[in-house]
C-alpha cells in the first residue's frame, strides 16, 4: 500500500535533465574530477620541477650539452652525449634481443602453444615482470657478468672478433651486458602487449588463411603478422620505452664510465645510471643541475617514445592499407 | 605445387614452430635461473638475526635488516596515502562522469605517466620535499612511490568499474537512488575485489622499486624514529650491500633479495588469490 | 495536502485507506481518443499520470509522436506492439529514464496527479522514487544478500529504523510472492536465486519505496511459463494498491493481466481501450489485424 498517498511536492533541484542534482552529486563529483585532474596536475609538476632545477645547467651550456661528449665533474665539464649514447646503445640492444624473442613467444603462446600449457607460460611471464630491478641487478653482477667474462664473450670475441664491436678487452661489466640485462627485463612487457595484438587479430583472418591450404607457419605469417605488423611494432616501441628508463639492473653490470667506446665489451654508462650513482654526490649547484638536465632529457625521450608506442598500438584495430 | 616445394614448407612450418618454442624457452629461463641463485645464495644467510638485527658495521659478521624490512613496509603505507584515494577516485571520475572527449586525453595521460622511469619520480619528491626540508625523509620516500602507484591505480580501478554491467547502475536509478551514492555503494561494492587486485598489484611493482628512494628515503643503517629522518628501505639495502666489495654483505645482499621477491610474490599471488576467490564465487 | 517528498512517504508506518486520496478531477482531454465508457462523475477513476501531445525524439529521430493518454489509478495498463514501435521508450518517459540516453528529449507533458514530471523544479530522483521500475532481465545487485537487494532503496534514502525495515522486507517479498520461499535464508546472495526467483526479488525491490506507479519493462520475457504465471498473479494482487504499467510483446499476457491496453504502432498511439475492448472488439482496423496476429 503505498505510502505517499497524498500528493507530494516533488523537491526542487538546481537542475533537471540529468539525475545530477543536489549537493552530494556535485560534491562528488568536483571531488573525482580534482583526483583526475592529479595527471594533469603530475605532468605540471615534473616538467617544471626539472627544468627549475637545471635552469643553470641549461643557462650555462646551452644545446652545447646534448653534444659534448666530456662528463667530468671534478673539472666541472657536463656533457651529455656519452650518456646519450650509452642509453641508445644499450636499449637498441635489449630490443634486439628482447624484441624477436617476445613476438616469437607471444605466437608460440597465441597459436602453437597446448591448451594446458597457456596460462602457465603466461603466469611465468607475470611473475618475470615482477621481478625489481635491482634483483636482477644483484644476479647480473655476481652470476650474469662472471659468466659473459669467463665464458660468452670470449666466445664472441674468438669467432666475431673482427667486428670493432667485438673487440677489446674484457671486463665482464660493459655496455653489451647491459643490454643483456635490459633485455631479459623488457621481455614480458613486450611478449605481453605483442600476445594481446595478435589476439586482438580476427579469427577471419587466420580462417581465410587456412581455407587456402596454408601451413601453421604460412598462416601466422601471411594472416597475422601482417595485420599486426603496426601493433608489434607499437610493443616493441614500448619495450624501448621501458628500456631508456631501466635504472638500477643497469647501473650494476654496465661499468659505470662516461665514454663512447666502439666495443661493446667496453663499460658505458647510461642517462639513468649516471642520475643514480652521482645525485647524492653533487656537491656543487651546476652538478647538480646537470643531473636534472639529464633527467629531463630522459624524461623527454621517454615520453616521445611512450606517445609513439601508444599511437602504434591503439591503432591495430584500424589497420593499414593491407586485407588479408 | 610440386611435391618437393610442398616438402619444403612442411620442413619450413616445423622449423619456424621449434623456433617459437625456443624463443618460449629462452623467455621462461631467466626466471628458473633468478630463483635457482636466489635460493642458492639466499637461504644461507636468512636466520632469525637477520630478520631482527640492524646492519653491523663492515668488517663485524652477522647483522641484519630489521630495519630495512620495516622501512619498506613504513614506505608502502605512506605511498598507498597518497597513490591509493587520487588513483581511485580519479579511476571513478573516468569511469562515471566526464565527457569521452576529455577523458581519453587523460586516460592517454596517465598510460604515458605510467612510462616514466621511476628515478624521475624521485628527483621530483626530492625537489618537492627534499630540498624545502633540507633533509632525507620517509615522506618523501614514499611520496615519490606515492607518484608511480598514482596513474597505475587510476588506470586499473576505470578498467574494472567500466566493466560493472549497466543494468546495475539503471536498476538502482529506478529506485531513485542519488548518482553519487549509487557509484559509493553499488558500483564500488561490486567492483570491489577488482580495486583491490589493482592496489595489491601497484603496491608489488612499487615494494620493489630502488631509484626513487636513493635520494628520498635514502637509507639508514639504524632505525628510523620519525618519519622526516631517512629511512632504510630493502631494495635500498640490498643495492648498497651488493656493490660494496664485502662478501658478507654479498651474502646478506642474497638474502635481503630473497626476502624482497618473496614480498613481491606475495603481493601479487594475494592478486591471484582474489580473483580466484572471484571466479568460485561466481560459480555458486 | 502538499508534502516534501523525503521523510515522510517512506517512513510512514501507518498506510493511508484509499478513501481518504482526494480524486482529481481528470482534465478535459483535447484530441479525440477512444475514451472508455462514459461515466457518471463519481464513478470516474482518479488519473495517475495525464500524458498530452507526447512526442520523444533520439536526437533527430522521432520514436513517440503525438500520443495522449490517461493512466489510471490501481489498475494494470498494458502496451502492447510490435517490436520498435516505441513501447519501451513510452515507459522510460514515465520514470525520466530517457533522459538518461544522450541526445534524447521529448515535447508534450506528462503529469503525475496533476503535477509536471519534468517541470523545472523537479529532482528527477523524486520522480523515480515514486515512479518505480522492473527491468526485463532481473538484476539484483550482486554484491547484496536477498534482504539488503530489497533494502537498499530505502537505507540509500537514509531510512535507519530497523523495526521499520524488517517490516517492509516482509511486506515488499510478500507482495512479490517470494516470502515463502526466501524467509528462512534471507542472507543468501540475490543472485543466488533461479531467474524467475530473481525477478521477483527485483519487484520486491521495486515495491519497497513504496512507489505509487510501478512501470514493468517486458518483466517475464527471460522465464518459463510457471515463473510468468507467478509474476502474472501477483500483479493482480499488487494492483489493489498500485498503479501498474506493463510494456508486453506478448498479447495473451496482455490480455490475461490488464484492465486497459494501449496499442502502439510506429510510435504513434492507435487505440487506447478497455482490454476486453480491444481484444474483443477493436475498433481500428490496424488494432484487429495485431491483435488476431495478422502481422508483429
Given at each position: 500500500m503505498p505510502g505517499s498517498s497524498v500528493q507530494a511536492t516533488l523537491r526542487p533541484a538546481s537542475t533537471t535533465r540529468m539525475a545530477r542534482s543536489g549537493l552530494g552529486d556535485r560534491f562528488f563529483q568536483s571531488v573525482t574530477f580534482l583526483a583526475a585532474m592529479a595527471i594533469a596536475l603530475l605532468f605540471i609538476l615534473v616538467a617544471y620541477l626539472l627544468y627549475r632545477g637545471?635552469?643553470?645547467?641549461?643557462?650555462?651550456?646551452?644545446?652545447?650539452?646534448?653534444?659534448?661528449?666530456?662528463?667530468?665533474?671534478?673539472?666541472?665539464?657536463?656533457?651529455?652525449?656519452?650518456?646519450?649514447?650509452?642509453?641508445?646503445?644499450?636499449?637498441l640492444i635489449a630490443l634486439l634481443i628482447a624484441v624477436p624473442l617476445s613476438i616469437g613467444t607471444a605466437i608460440y603462446l597465441t597459436d602453437l602453444a597446448p591448451l594446458w600449457l597457456?596460462?602457465?607460460?603466461?603466469?611465468?611471464?607475470?611473475?618475470?615482470?615482477?621481478?625489481?630491478?635491482?634483483?636482477?641487478g644483484l644476479w647480473g653482477i655476481f652470476v650474469m657478468v662472471p659468466w659473459l667474462r669467463d665464458h660468452a664473450f670470449p666466445l664472441l670475441k674468438r669467432y666475431l672478433g673482427f667486428l670493432p664491436l667485438f673487440q677489446g678487452p674484457i671486463y665482464g661489466v660493459s655496455m653489451l651486458a647491459g643490454g643483456i640485462i635490459v633485455a631479459i627485463m623488457i621481455l614480458p612487457i613486450v611478449t605481453s602487449v605483442s600476445r594481446e595484438i595478435l589476439r586482438a587479430v580476427p579469427d577471419l583472418q587466420r580462417e581465410a588463411a587456412y581455407g587456402l591450404g596454408a601451413t601453421r607457419w604460412e598462416v601466422t605469417r601471411i594472416a597475422v603478422l601482417s595485420y599486426a605488423r603496426r601493433g608489434l611494432m607499437g610493443a616493441a616501441v614500448l619495450g624501448l620505452g621501458r628500456a631508456v628508463g631501466e635504472t638500477m639492473a643497469v647501473t650494476m653490470v654496465i661499468g659505470n664510465r662516461p665514454e663512447i667506446a666502439r666495443s661493446l665489451f667496453a663499460p658505458g654508462y647510461t642517462l639513468a645510471s649516471v642520475i643514480a650513482n652521482e645525485f647524492t654526490e653533487a656537491t656543487t649547484d651546476t652538478y647538480l643541475n646537470a643531473l636534472f638536465e639529464l633527467g629531463l632529457v630522459l624524461m623527454g625521450v621517454t615520453i616521445l617514445v611512450h606517445i609513439l608506442a601508444l599511437i602504434l598500438i591503439k591503432t591495430i584495430a584500424t589497420p593499414g592499407s593491407r586485407h588479408a | 605445387m610440386s611435391p618437393r616445394y610442398d616438402q619444403y614448407r612442411r620442413f619450413r612450418n616445423a622449423f619456424m614452430s621449434g623456433l617459437f618454442v625456443l624463443c618460449a624457452v629462452l623467455v621462461v629461463s631467466p626466471l628458473a635461473l633468478i630463483l635457482f641463485h636466489l635460493l642458492r645464495e639466499g637461504i644461507g644467510a636468512l636466520n632469525w638475526s637477520f630478520f631482527t638485527q640492524l646492519p653491523k658495521p663492515v668488517g663485524e659478521a652477522g647483522g641484519g635488516m630489521a630495519n630495512a624490512i620495516v622501512g619498506t613496509v613504513i614506505l608502502l603505507g605512506l605511498a598507498c596515502l597518497v597513490g591509493v584515494p587520487l588513483g581511485l577516485l580519479g579511476g571513478v571520475y573516468l569511469s562515471e562522469y566526464g565527457s569521452e572527449r576529455w577523458n581519453v586525453w587523460i586516460r592517454f595521460g596517465a598510460d604515458i605517466l605510467n612510462g616514466v622511469p621511476s628515478i624521475v619520480w624521485g628527483m621530483t619528491a626530492y625537489a618537492l620535499v627534499v630540498v624545502p626540508f633540507k633533509t632525507f625523509s620517509a615522506y618523501s620516500g614514499g611520496l615519490a612511490l606515492g607518484f608511480i602507484m598514482i596513474p597505475l591505480v587510476l588506470r586499473t580501478t576505470e578498467e574494472v568499474l567500466v566493466l560493472v554491467p549497466g543494468a546495475y547502475r539503471e536498476a538502482a536509478l529506478a529506485l531513485g537512488i542519488p548518482h553519487w551514492k549509487i557509484i559509493l555503494h553499488i558500483v564500488l561494492r561490486t567492483a570491489r575485489k577488482g580495486i583491490i587486485t589493482g592496489v595489491l598489484l601497484a603496491m608489488g611493482r612499487i615494494a620493489g622499486e630502488t631509484a626513487p628512494l636513493l635520494f628520498t628515503a635514502f637509507g639508514n643503517r639504524f632505525w628510523s624514529h620519525h618519519l622526516s629522518e631517512p629511512i632504510a628501505a630493502l631494495p635500498l639495502q640490498i643495492f648498497t650491500y651488493a656493490i660494496s666489495p664485502y662478501d658478507d654483505w654479498h651474502r646478506q645482499a642474497w638474502a635481503g633479495a630473497l626476502v624482497l621477491i618473496f614480498l613481491v610474490f606475495c603481493l601479487s599471488t594475494g592478486v591471484r588469490l582474489l580473483s580466484a576467490d572471484r571466479k568460485k564465487n561466481r560459480a555458486n | 495536502?502538499?508534502?516534501?517528498?523525503?521523510?515522510?512517504?517512506?517512513?510512514?508506518?501507518?498506510?493511508?485507506?484509499?478513501?481518504?486520496?482526494?480524486?482529481?478531477?481528470?482534465?478535459?482531454?483535447?484530441?479525440?481518443?477512444?475514451?472508455?465508457?462514459?461515466?457518471?462523475?463519481?464513478?470516474?477513476?482518479?488519473?495517475?499520470?495525464?500524458?498530452?501531445?507526447?512526442?520523444?525524439?533520439?536526437?533527430?529521430?522521432?520514436?513517440?509522436?503525438?500520443?495522449?493518454?490517461?493512466?489510471?489509478?490501481?489498475?494494470?495498463?498494458?502496451?502492447?506492439?510490435?517490436?520498435?514501435?516505441?513501447?519501451?521508450?513510452?515507459?522510460?518517459?514515465?520514470?525520466?529514464?530517457?533522459?538518461?540516453?544522450?541526445?534524447?528529449?521529448?515535447?508534450?507533458?506528462?503529469?503525475?496527479?496533476?503535477?509536471?514530471?519534468?517541470?523545472?523544479?523537479?529532482?528527477?530522483?523524486?520522480?523515480?522514487?515514486?515512479?518505480?521500475?522492473?527491468?526485463?532481465?532481473?538484476?539484483?545487485?550482486?554484491?547484496?544478500?536477498?534482504?539488503?537487494?530489497?533494502?537498499?532503496?530505502?537505507?540509500?534514502?537514509?531510512?535507519?529504523?530497523?523495526?521499520?525495515?524488517?517490516q517492509r522486507l516482509e511486506e515488499s517479498l510478500r507482495m512479490a510472492a517470494l516470502w515463502d520461499e526466501v524467509k528462512d535464508h534471507l542472507g543468501r546472495p540475490g543472485i543466488s536465486l533461479s531467474g524467475g526467483q530473481q525477478q521477483r526479488l527485483c519487484i520486491a525491490r521495486a515495491l519497497a519505496v513504496r512507489p505509487e506507479i510501478v512501470l514493468m519493462d517486458e518483466p517475464c520475457s527471460s522465464l518459463d511459463p510457471l515463473a510468468t504465471a507467478k509474476i502474472e498473479e501477483l500483479i493482480q494482487q499488487i494492483k489493489r494498491d498500485y498503479t501498474v504499467v506493463i510494456v508486453t510483446h506478448n498479447m495473451q499476457?496482455?490480455?490475461?493481466?490488464?484492465?486497459?491496453?494501449?496499442?502502439?504502432?510506429?510510435?504513434e498511439l492507435v487505440e487506447y481501450d478497455e482490454t476486453r475492448t480491444i481484444f474483443m472488439s477493436p475498433s481500428n482496423p490496424q488494432t484487429e489485424a495485431y491483435v488476431s496476429g495478422r502481422f508483429g
Open positions: 637545471s635552469h643553470l645547467s641549461i643557462e650555462k651550456f646551452g644545446w652545447r650539452f646534448l653534444l659534448t661528449s666530456t662528463w667530468d665533474p671534478v673539472a666541472e665539464q657536463y656533457g651529455a652525449l656519452p650518456l646519450i649514447y650509452g642509453t641508445v646503445v644499450s636499449s597457456r596460462q602457465p607460460l603466461v603466469s611465468v611471464i607475470e611473475m618475470l615482470a615482477a621481478v625489481p630491478s635491482v634483483i636482477w | - | 495536502m502538499a508534502m516534501s517528498l523525503d521523510e515522510k512517504p517512506l517512513t510512514e508506518p501507518a498506510i493511508a485507506p484509499p478513501a481518504a486520496r482526494v480524486p482529481v478531477v481528470p482534465p478535459t482531454v483535447t484530441t479525440p481518443v477512444p475514451a472508455g465508457p462514459a461515466k457518471s462523475a463519481l464513478e470516474r477513476p482518479e488519473v495517475v499520470f495525464d500524458i498530452r501531445q507526447l512526442n520523444v525524439f533520439y536526437g533527430a529521430n522521432r520514436a513517440i509522436s503525438n500520443v495522449t493518454l490517461q493512466i489510471y489509478a490501481r489498475s494494470v495498463t498494458a502496451v502492447i506492439g510490435p517490436s520498435g514501435c516505441g513501447k519501451s521508450t513510452f515507459l522510460r518517459t514515465l520514470n525520466r529514464m530517457h533522459e538518461l540516453t544522450p541526445g534524447a528529449h521529448h515535447t508534450g507533458a506528462i503529469l503525475l496527479r496533476g503535477q509536471d514530471l519534468y517541470g523545472a523544479g523537479v529532482d528527477a530522483t523524486i520522480v523515480r522514487r515514486r515512479v518505480g521500475m522492473v527491468f526485463q532481465k532481473s538484476n539484483p545487485f550482486p554484491t547484496m544478500s536477498i534482504a539488503e537487494n530489497v533494502l537498499v532503496g530505502l537505507r540509500l534514502n537514509g531510512v535507519r529504523d530497523k523495526a521499520l525495515l524488517r499476457q496482455a490480455a490475461r493481466v490488464s484492465d486497459r491496453t494501449a496499442f502502439f504502432y510506429m510510435g
